[in-house]
C-alpha cells in the first residue's frame, strides 16, 4: 500500500459518502455492528439529519476523507466549532486565556462524536491502512486548521494507540479520567457482588432492594421491543435532564425519530413504569464487546431508581450477554462505591499559535501527572476486596 498517491477531500456532508465506505473504515462487520456505534454512518448522519449539528448549532460538519486511487481508505469525524459546548474536555480557560491575549480561539477545529464523551477511533481507517491513514488524516487535519487560521485543533475521546501515534506526530497529549466498570467472567451480578468488601455489598443490596420497590416495574428493551411511543418518553426524560444540565438539550427531537429507524438493534432502553406508563429511563448503546450509558431522566423521583436503571441494570445486562465492560459516562465519583473504577482518556491538541501551544504543553504535563496520581488514589479507595479472602466491614 503506496501512501505516496493519497488525495484529501473536506466534505460538508455525509450523504457524498455512502454508509458502506464510511463503516468500511469505522470498523464495521458483515452484521452491519460496529465495535463503537458512535462512529458509524447511520449514527453521525443522524446527527446531522436531525439538525443535532450543523446551522444553528455551532457544529459545522467537515468530514475528512483520504482516496487511493479513487478509493476510501480513511475518514474522520471533523467539524468546526463556534463554542466549546458537547465536548466533556474542557478548554474553556484556554480560550479565555487566548481572548485576553488577544486572539480569537473561536472557530476552531474539533474531531470527536459530538455530544458524546466515549473513546472510539477518531482515525477510521480500512484495514490495512490504519498506520497510513492516522499519518494522512493528521497531516490534512493541521494544514484545514492552518490554511484557514484556526487557533487550535482537537481530537477528543481518542484511543490510547491513536494518542500514542498523535504525540509522535508532535500533537499534545491530554489525559483526562472515566469510571467503567469491568466485567470479570462474572456468571451472575452475585458473582461481581462476592468480588466487594461485605460493606459495599450490602449497601449495593440495599441500593437495589430500595429502588424496586418504587411501586412497578423495571424493563428492558431491544431491538424490534422498542416502539415509537418509547421514544417519546424517552424525550421527555432528556429534556428533564438536559435542562437541568446544559440549560438547553443538544439532541432535538429528530434524532431520537432516526435512532428507531435506524438504530434499534444498537440500542438498550432500561424503563421503570408505573401502571404501565415510564417514569424513568435510561438509554444505552451496544457495541460489541462494551455496553455504552448515554442518557437518563425521570418524571418522578425515587430513591436509588438512578443507580438501579444505569449502573445495575446495565451491568445485570452486560453479564448476560458477555459483553466485557459498561461505560456510564462523563464525570462521577459516586461510581467508584458501585464497580465502576477510574480509566485513562485521551485527547490531542495542536495549537497554532507556537507561545501559547508552549504555555500549554507546560500545563498538561503537570495536568497528566496530577490525573495518573488521582487515578491511583481513587483506584485504591475502590469497592473490591483487597486481598483474597478478605471481607471486612
Known amino acids: 500500500m503506496d501512501g505516496s498517491q ?41 446527527l446531522e439529519k436531525s439538525g443535532s449539528v450543523g446551522s444553528g448549532t455551532g457544529w459545522h460538519p467537515r468530514y475528512l476523507a483520504v482516496y487511493s486511487e479513487g478509493e476510501l481508505v480513511a475518514v474522520a469525524p471533523t467539524y468546526v466549532k463556534e463554542h466549546s459546548q458537547g ?75 491513536e494518542a500514542e501515534a498523535g504525540a509522535q506526530m508532535g500533537l499534545l497529549q491530554r489525559t483526562g479520567q472515566q469510571f467503567h466498570w469491568t466485567n470479570e467472567a462474572y456468571q451472575d451480578f452475585e458473582g461481581f457482588l462476592s468480588r ?29 421491543d422498542i416502539e415509537p411511543s418509547h421514544w417519546d418518553a424517552m424525550w421527555r426524560f432528556y429534556q428533564d435532564t438536559g435542562a437541568r444540565k446544559w440549560g438547553t438539550p443538544y439532541l432535538t427531537r429528530r434524532f431520537f425519530d432516526l435512532m428507531h429507524e435506524t438504530m434499534r438493534e444498537d440500542i438498550l ?54 459483553l466485557q465492560a459498561v461505560e456510564a459516562g462523563a464525570q462521577g465519583e459516586h461510581k467508584l462505591a458501585r464497580g465502576y473504577l477510574p480509566v485513562t482518556t485521551h485527547s490531542l491538541h ?24 488521582d487515578i491511583e488514589v481513587l483506584t485504591s479507595w475502590g469497592p473490591f476486596k483487597q486481598s483474597q479472602g478478605e471481607d471486612h466491614e
Open 6 to 46: 493519497l488525495t484529501v477531500e473536506v466534505h460538508s456532508t455525509l450523504d457524498v459518502l455512502s454508509e458502506q465506505e464510511w463503516d468500511a473504515c469505522a470498523g464495521g462487520t458483515a452484521s452491519g455492528q460496529s465495535a463503537n456505534p458512535f462512529v458509524t454512518h447511520r449514527f453521525l448522519s443522524a
Open 269 to 322: 432502553l432500561a424503563f421503570a413504569l408505573r401502571n404501565g406508563e415510564p417514569i424513568a429511563g435510561a438509554m444505552n448503546f451496544i457495541g460489541q464487546d462494551v455496553l455504552f450509558g448515554r442518557y437518563w431522566g425521570c418524571v418522578e423521583d425515587h430513591p436509588c431508581l438512578h443507580f438501579e436503571l444505569c449502573y445495575y441494570q446495565a451491568m445485570d445486562w452486560a453479564i448476560a450477554h458477555g
Open 87 to 161: 465536548e466533556y474536555v474542557f478548554d474553556h480557560n484556554w480560550a479565555h486565556a487566548y481572548e485576553r491575549a488577544g486572539g480569537e480561539y473561536y472557530p476552531k477545529l474539533q474531531v470527536a462524536v459530538p455530544f458524546t464523551p466515549v473513546t472510539g477511533p477518531r482515525f477510521l481507517a480500512k484495514p490495512g491502512w490504519e498506520q497510513i491513514g492516522v499519518q494522512a488524516l493528521t497531516q490534512a487535519m493541521v494544514q484545514v486548521a492552518s490554511d484557514n487560521e484556526l487557533s487550535s485543533l482537537h481530537i477528543t475521546f481518542c484511543t490510547p494507540q
Open 196 to 224: 466487594l468488601s461485605s460493606r459495599k455489598r450490602k449497601n449495593i443490596k440495599k441500593e437495589r432492594a430500595k429502588a424496586q420497590s418504587f411501586g412497578g416495574d423495571i424493563v428492558l428493551l431491544t431491538g424490534q
Open 350 to 373: 495542536w495549537i497554532r499559535d507556537a507561545g501559547f501551544r508552549e504555555a500549554v504543553e507546560t500545563y498538561l504535563q503537570s495536568e497528566r501527572e496530577a490525573v495518573s496520581q
